[in-house]
């Protein structure tokens, strides 16, 4: 998964950048080295598996936007 198709999910769930590093258990600023597409930094294998199972319906307990 690209910077860009990482950002592009993300902003698919309807979160914003401190909701997905909150989510994410990381700091904003990571989230958006994550989301530069600048080859230097490329979003971590277990944030792209999870921004995977995000994509595909999974919702943990502490998610932002439950809709209750």
């Not at 950002?7 to 990381?26: D, E, P």
């Not at 958006?32 to 597409?37: F, K, L, P, S, V």
């Not at 999870?50 to 999974?58: C, I, Q, S």
Request: glycine share 10%; aromatic share 12%.
């Amino acid at each position: 998964m690209t910077p860009n198709e990482f950002k592009a999910a993300r902003i698919g769930l309807g979160l914003t950048q401190a909701q997905a590093a909150s989510v994410f258990g990381v700091g904003k600023r990571t989230l958006e080295y994550w989301e530069t597409d600048d080859g230097k930094r490329p979003v971590h294998p277990t944030a792209i598996k999870f921004m995977r199972w995000l994509t595909a319906g999974f919702r943990p307990p502490d998610w932002p936007l439950r809709g209750d």
